[in-house]
């Protein structure tokens, strides 16, 4: 364990109280407005609100982990335990709104009454999580590995952490990350910031605290598996919470873990049974702090859990979402939302729970479980104030003396005294965030949009409604020599070499005009290198105004030497750089390690009406070039006018597992003679347990025959 600690630095921040109250009427700094996730606020709205802008993005998120199959599993119906990057969240002050995009990999800042884009800053990979704002300063992580700290006046990089010891990539769902992706928020408090990095416990997982303002590394946990011979569960994603003591970082799907905030050490890390202490299916991202317990969420209820110790016995409120005011409570349970006598409830949950674990004995008799039933809805009924039947159950929050829900397709407004509905409103997809400072409400949804809204009476009624961004451009290139070159390229690129899905590495990507032309010709998810920071630059800024950035075309600074990027993962590898050169600016024997075998196509070649220096490379050059990859395997090396095509065949001593064991004899023998000691993670993404067959209903292991994988799904 790597364990820097200032002591001095901690005894000085802890006689400051973690601010785990209600967010300021004119700021929502963090998630759900403070490090106590309790989605409070004292801001004032009034309703009917005006919508006043909206803000698309250049496609849906692509959520990190695929989620749970729709039908239930023994019984039980099965929600998505890590939803944290399902909507783009926003956090305000200052006047402004701050949010970050999984889609096109940006931090963006905007002015909140209009809309209007006051600066943005890329990263190198998708950002999941809502920014924290404290000091004048915003705080993210991203999927790149790193955390980066921006001035919050005008973007300005004020520090960045690589919170690993080194930079490795994988591809995950079709992205490629950090082998350690910041995916828990940034939470500051008392000048220290904390986070968490990786997502595998047995290849290390991190947890930091850093100096807010330098980015000093303060303490940093780094054995958190290897303390117990990697049986250690946590996996550090979601809203950090912290109260004057402790950290507690969600995981996953298990319960949140808590840290001592002085030094990092583990505190607890309890486990309960779902079918007994928890009371049902419990554990992953969404947990809040309330009564000096930690609320963390299952599928359908809340488990209260000591924030000290860990123990249970406190509470089990049923709910999806859950807020706090003072000694109120109001949930969501996707048929109703209501209004909590939250000292009332909760007593009444810790009896309703012991007739739950009472009732397991007593399922051969019909008259006993009636008598139950009745005893258990009766405390359910308990501390009730106010109830409205309703499905929005994806988002909840408080602002004053208004409830605000998101559900469908829709955002609600209620009476926090009476539950009466004063207001509702469409917008598109699921409304699963919601934030709130004085004169206005704003909604993101699952669909990339976000919302302003503002009180009626502080806003004309004949204000037109903004769109952001302007619409995207079909030109971001201008139209020169050059393009009909780029155009020519790209399509004879994708006929010789059959590659029209899947991943593409381009080596030296210059301005990103091969990459657009590829991109608009093919189903390519491509990825460019490009040491020269300018290019880089400029490519990365025409690409987002064609709306591609991210979702389709990723640019990374750097050279085939050192860029960190996963093994194996292209189909197709091609140059801008030769194009225009004749050079490729890579040695080829550092491509191999990114050509996927069994089918993976590197493609060189010059077009007639390339540039002169171009075509002073001829097609025995360009042959030469593919046979420096120094392959094993015998690539086939093909060549008509001035292209030249390898494709990687299978690799040497790779074997297959083409039946149930192993191959026809059922003989549960492979012939791989590669596999070796020392494994780490690949990749991993679909078709994940949304389409798959539950392991406990026997599915058919899965098959692998020259490259490819066969997986048993439901009905596919």
């Given at each position: 364990m790597c364990m820097v600690i200032r002591r001095a630095v901690f005894l000085a921040s802890l006689l400051l109280v973690c601010r785990a109250g209600l967010a300021q009427s004119d700021a929502w700094p963090t998630y759900l407005a403070d490090n106590a996730r309790a989605g409070g606020s004292d801001a004032k709205l009034s309703t009917?609100?005006?919508?006043?802008?909206?803000?698309?993005?250049?496609?849906?998120?692509?959520?990190?982990?695929?989620?749970?199959?729709?039908?239930?599993?023994?019984?039980?119906?099965?929600?998505?335990?890590?939803?944290?990057?399902?909507?783009?969240?926003?956090?305000?002050?200052?006047?402004?709104?701050?949010?970050?995009?999984?889609?096109?990999?940006?931090?963006y800042c905007v002015d909140l009454e209009s809309g209007k884009l006051h600066w943005t800053f890329f990263t190198d990979g998708p950002i999941r999580l809502?920014?924290?704002?404290?000091?004048?300063?915003?705080?993210?992580?991203?999927?790149?590995?790193?955390?980066?700290?921006?001035?919050?006046?005008?973007?300005?990089?004020?520090?960045?952490?690589?919170?690993a010891a080194s930079d490795e990539r994988l591809l995950a769902r079709g992205r490629m990350i950090s082998r350690w992706p910041v995916r828990t928020s940034v939470l500051v408090d008392s000048g220290i910031a904390y986070f968490g990095a990786g997502v595998f416990p047995h290849e290390t997982v991190y947890l930091c605290a850093a100096d807010a303002d330098t980015g000093k590394i303060i303490w940093r946990n780094?054995?958190?598996?290897?303390?117990?011979?990697?049986?250690?569960?946590?996996?550090?994603?979601?809203?950090?919470?912290?109260?004057?003591?402790?950290?507690?970082?969600?995981?996953?799907?298990?319960?949140p873990f808590a840290f001592d905030r002085t030094t990092g050490e583990i505190v607890h890390n309890r486990?309960?049974?779902?079918?007994?202490?928890?009371?049902?299916?419990?554990?992953?991202?969404?947990?809040?702090?309330?009564?000096?317990?930690?609320?963390?969420?299952?599928?359908?209820?809340?488990?209260?859990?000591?924030?000290?110790?860990?123990?249970?016995?406190?509470?089990?409120?049923?709910?999806?979402?859950?807020?706090?005011?003072?000694?109120?409570?109001?949930?969501?349970?996707?048929?109703?939302?209501?209004?909590?006598?939250?000292?009332?409830?909760?007593?009444?949950?810790?009896?309703?729970?012991?007739?739950?674990?009472?009732r397991s004995k007593h399922l051969r008799d019909p008259k006993r479980l009636a008598e139950i039933d009745e005893q258990m809805a009766e405390h359910a009924r308990t501390g009730l104030l106010w109830h409205l039947k309703h499905t929005a159950d994806a988002a909840l929050i408080r602002a004053g003396n208004l409830i605000f829900a998101g559900g469908e397709n829709e955002v609600i407004a209620l009476d926090a005294e009476s539950g009466k509905q004063l207001w509702i409103t469409s917008v598109e997809g699921r409304a699963r965030g919601l934030a709130v400072v004085d004169g206005s409400l704003v909604v993101s949804t699952d669909l990339g949009k976000i919302y302003r809204f503002a009180s009626a009476d502080a806003t004309p009624a004949d204000t037109a409604v903004a769109k952001y961004p302007q619409a995207f451009t079909d030109s971001p290139f201008p139209e020169d020599e050059l393009t009909p070159l780029y155009k020519k390229a790209a399509k004879e690129t994708l006929a010789r070499s059959k590659q029209t899905d899947g991943f593409c590495l381009i080596v030296g990507s210059e301005q990103g005009r091969l990459a657009y032309e590829l991109a608009k010709q093919s189903s390519l998810r491509i990825y460019g290198i490009e040491s020269d920071a300018g290019k880089a630059i400029a490519a990365r800024d025409a690409l987002d105004r064609a709306g591609l950035y991210g979702s389709r075309v990723t640019i990374v600074r750097g050279t085939a030497e050192t860029v960190a990027f996963s093994r194996y993962f292209a189909d197709l590898i091609v140059s801008d750089t030769l194009l225009l050169t004749g050079k490729l600016p890579a040695e080829a024997a550092d491509l191999a390690d990114f050509l996927k075998p069994c089918g993976g196509t590197v493609c060189l070649g010059i077009p007639d009406d390339a540039p002169a220096v171009a075509q002073e490379t001829d097609t025995a050059s360009l042959k030469e070039t593919l046979g420096r990859m120094y392959l094993n395997e015998s690539p086939d090396i093909a060549s008509a006018g001035r292209w030249a095509t390898l494709v990687r065949g299978k690799l040497p001593g790779a074997g297959d597992w083409s039946h149930q064991y192993g191959n026809v004899a059922n003989t549960s023998l492979s012939n791989d003679h590669r596999l070796k000691g020392g494994l780490g993670v690949l990749w991993y993404g679909d078709p994940g347990p949304s389409q798959m067959i539950n392991r406990h209903e026997a599915a058919a292991a899965p098959l692998s025959t020259d490259g490819r994988m066969f997986i048993q799904g439901t009905d596919s």
């Open positions: 009917p609100l005006q919508l006043r802008w909206v803000y698309t993005s250049p496609a849906p998120p692509e959520m990190a982990w695929s989620g749970p199959r729709e039908t239930p599993i023994e019984g039980k119906e099965m929600r998505h335990r890590v939803a944290i990057d399902d909507a783009i969240h926003v956090a305000i002050a200052d006047g402004r709104a701050f949010f970050g995009s999984s889609v096109d990999h940006k931090l809502a920014p924290t704002y404290a000091g004048g300063k915003v705080y993210i992580g991203s999927d790149d590995g790193n955390v980066y700290c921006l001035n919050a006046s005008d973007g300005k990089l004020a520090w960045k952490l690589r919170v780094d054995a958190i598996s290897q303390q117990d011979a990697g049986r250690n569960d946590l996996s550090p994603q979601g809203y950090l919470l912290c109260n004057d003591t402790t950290v507690f970082v969600p995981s996953g799907r298990s319960l486990k309960h049974a779902w079918r007994s202490h928890a009371g049902g299916v419990i554990g992953g991202a969404k947990a809040l702090l309330a009564d000096g317990q930690v609320y963390t969420a299952g599928p359908h209820h809340f488990l209260a859990m000591d924030q000290k110790t860990g123990d249970v016995g406190f509470a089990w409120i049923a709910g999806r979402q859950m807020a706090f005011a003072g000694d109120r409570a109001y949930i969501a349970t996707g048929e109703f939302i209501a209004g909590l006598d939250r000292p009332k409830h909760t007593k009444a949950s810790v009896l309703r729970q012991k007739l739950n674990l009472e």
